[in-house]
């Protein structure tokens, strides 16, 4: 059967149970339905250990990390574990681009998976919205008259869907872009506030543009951050589902980690801190991005730390890895799978920088052999590395009960958590470390442009703030074609731009762009609906 067709016929208990089991009352949720709901209450004392989940370099395969942390969360309730799953929310871009949707997969889904792929309950319009009225006021405010000085507008506009014609837009005169909303900086903050008071600072605390001699102009300028925090007020409250086995998933913000910060919201992870025992988290894309983001900007900014992470690899990453095309990447080739631990093994380096204990899931597919699959097992065994094999994509959470166990483990030992670089390191130093340390490159060459901005945020005392980097999720580098294990190369910085509201500073590395666009073959020629019924979505 189809991921739908699984969904479908899921036997989803009505979200008010769910809500009951975590001991929350009426006056504490929104209900959408019978199988959504709006948790309006805010976080109590942590009292869970946190689990992140992240992967080697990822392929147009897809790598499995939501797949991997249902089936972990279900696995932890068969142990009789209190789990809470606290995830992303899919962005309509990729859901109709290549992707296809952003659940899980299989029998580790979260339900009802047509809603959370598609409009949920509206908060990436929400988003969208406040960004746009955003940039509404300030051509309103140029048009009357400019009293502030705006010589250079920075702030762009935004939209839910891959739409590379927006990229480079001509607008009353000027030239600007549109991003995705999953790369907004509306969405980056939205997930970095700790309470709706800090949300409404962050707003306003966004750059809006420059003035002649440079000085920053902010959203708080136009006196619109009331405004926007009202068009945020249900968006900034997490969303409660469930999986197929009905192991709470509390499912709030969808940051890119390739061009964002790629973590859900502080609020969503310590509300599931404050519910559950055990949260399992996922960060986007490989752990040179996600993971990094989530390790030195979320945790910096929510003061937590994760008591364990978990690195997804998989047979046909190791392969891609190597160099194998895609046609021939279902074929049994071990040698290619040894070639390729390269990648693993320079992930697993990048994280042992931080200190947190470290299991390694193989997820598996029923092309894997077992000969490909024991080249993993070894090295991992041969290198004291904890490692289990999950088959939750075909069994649920029954097929990650040994992950379970190896995570429960992980979480015992101690950690010794440390960030890659420090406040007091100047913009320079921090790329130098992120770029040096775990994008293995031995120079970085800047752009006068990003340059200037940097000599600016520094003359503006802004040096403190955690940076984001935007590349390639496919290398590394900031080249998708060197894939493994790239090392000794120069990375090119070729803007910088600040995020002042979200509090980092984006470093956008070689060409990478933030307005996506769609494949040759879309998903959304798969999509429809038939007699009624969402057929497509995977």
Known sequence: MTDIEIAKIA??????????NLNLSEDEYILYGNDKAKITKSPGVKKGKLILVTAISPTPFGEGKTTVSIGLGDALKKLQKNPILVLREPSLGPVFGMKGGATGGGYSQVVPMEDINLHFTGDFHAITAANDLLCAAIDNHIFHGNELGIEEVTFNR???????????ISLDGRTEKFNITAASEIMALLCLAKDFDDLREMLGNIVIGYTKDKKLVYAKDLHIEGSLAVLLK????????????????????????????????????????????????????????GAEKFLDIKCRKADISPDAIVLVVTIKALKYNAGIKKEDILLENVEAVSKGLCNLEAHLSNL????????????????????????ILNWCHNNNISVSVSTAYRDGGKGAISLAKEVLEATDRPSSFQFLYQDEDSIQEKIYKVATK?????????????????ELLERNNLSYLPICGAKTQYSLSDDASKLGNPKD???????????????FITVLFGNILRMPGLPKRPNYEKIDLVEGEIVGLS
């Open 158 to 168: 935004c939209l839910d869907v891959n739409d590379r014609a927006l990229r480079n």
């Open 489 to 503: 190369y120069t990375i090119y910085v070729r803007d910088i731009e600040p995020y002042l509201g979200a509090g």
């Open 352 to 375: 042992k920088l931080f200190g947190v204990p470290l299991v390694v899931c193989v997820n598996a597919y029923d092309t894997d052999t077992k000969r490909e699959i024991d080249v």
């Open 11 to 20: 036997k989803k208990e009505d979200i008010r149970t769910i809500l009951g």
């Open 438 to 454: 775990i994008y293995h490159a031995n120079k970085v060459q800047y752009s006068e442009e990003a340059l200037a901005k940097i």
């Open 234 to 289: 249900e968006a900034f409250y997490p969303n409660l589902v469930q999986t197929l086995e009905n192991t709470p998933a509390i499912i709030h913000g969808g940051p890119f980690a390739n061009i964002a910060h790629g973590c859900n919201s502080i609020v969503a992870t310590k509300l599931g801190l404050s519910l559950g025992d055990y949260v399992i988290t996922e960060a986007g894309f490989g752990a040179d991005l």
